[in-house]
Every structure is written in C-alpha cells, then in structure tokens.
C-alpha cells in the first residue's frame, strides 16, 4: 500500500488544480502617504485656469462714460453697474444701471436715471486681450426736458470694445458706441440726440 500512497501524492501534488493561481504572490505597491499629500497640495495650490467668458461664467463691471457730437443739444455724463452672464462661450447678456447728469444747451441741466440691457460679443482674443461688439436697448427717466421734451426716453446703442485682464479677477474694459436717445414719437416733439458714447472701466469675474 506505501507505493501506491506515494503515487497518489505525487499525483495530487502534481495535479494543475494543485497548482497556485496566477495571482497568488503578486503585491501591490501601496503609494506612500507623503506622494498623496504631495498630490493635494499640488491641485491646492494651483491656480485657478477657468475663462471669464466661458459658457456659465458671470461678470461685475461698472465705467464711467461721456457723449460727444451732438454738442448743439448737449451732453450725457454717465456711471454704469451691472452684471453680464454668459450663456454661450464669449456671448454675454448685460443689465447695467446707469445714471449721470444732463449738461444741456437749450434746456435745464439735470440728472437722469436709467436700465440698460446688452448683448457683448468677444469675437477676437488673444491671451489677456479680448476685442468685442455690443449692442443693446435701454430706458431713463430725467428730471429735465432732455433732449426734446418728455423726461422719459429710450436708450438704443451699438458699438465696439476691448478688454486687458490684468489679474484673474480683474480687468479693464473701455470702448465707443453710438447712442440715441429719444421718446420714440410718445410726446409731441422728438428731437433726439445722437452721439458718441465712450467709456473706461473695470471688470470682475466670479
């Protein structure tokens, strides 16, 4: 019987479902605790690479602003506030507040306050540089006859302008348009004006 129990052994012994798995004695490495500190501090502290004008970014801007042109009627000197909200890459919407005084040549000065609402188009960029196009409508309240006579008018205007960012959450914005400003035939008289705005400011993503 031994020589037959030997055999037996040597059978079972020898046997593939004997044999170890493939994966027996292969280890991983386990990282060291440090490489995974080290990995967060890295994304910690690196900076911050999203674009202002991506798709779902928003901004807070406010310029001041003058007109020229029309000198005959006068003059529209301006500070505007408003947020814009992008809703497509480098497409924004813009509502801004504005209001100023009115510096008028045949009428009384006076002030006014309004809302603006704007479309901007950054259609060129280049690093910090952004050249843009804009266009938009608006309402204002004076409490003069400016510049025809009703203390309401409407605010169309269009024009073209860059930005610089200096830092990730800043930058200068500036630009020219044209403005019209009129009571849309609602009085009976509407004698517009119709100038040049320009503009210099700051913008700030968030």
Partial sequence: MKPLC??????????????????????????????SLNLTA???DAPPTDDPFDKGSWTFQTYGST??????????????????YYFRDNLSINVEGVGGTVDAKKDDDGGFGGLDVLFRWHFYRHGDFSIFLDAGAGLQEATTNFPSDSHHDFR?????????????????????????????NTSDINAG???????LGVMMPF
């Avoid at 269009?158 to 400003?181: E, N, P, Q, S």
Wanted: aromatic content about 12%.
């Fill in 6 to 35: 030997m055999i037996g052994l040597v059978v079972v012994t020898c046997s593939p479902l004997a044999a170890d798995p493939p994966w027996i004695g292969f280890q991983t490495e386990p990282m060291p605790a440090e490489s």
């Fill in 193 to 199: 004006l119709d100038a040049m705005e320009v503009y």
């Fill in 156 to 184: 169309p205007q269009a024009g073209v302008g860059a930005t610089w960012r200096i830092t990730h959450d800043f930058m200068f914005i500036g630009g020219a348009k044209y403005l019209h400003v009129s009571n849309a």
């Fill in 67 to 84: 007109t020229f042109g029309d000198d005959d009627k006068g003059f529209l000197h301006s500070a505007h506030i408003g947020f814009g």
């Fill in 42 to 44: 890295a994304n910690i």
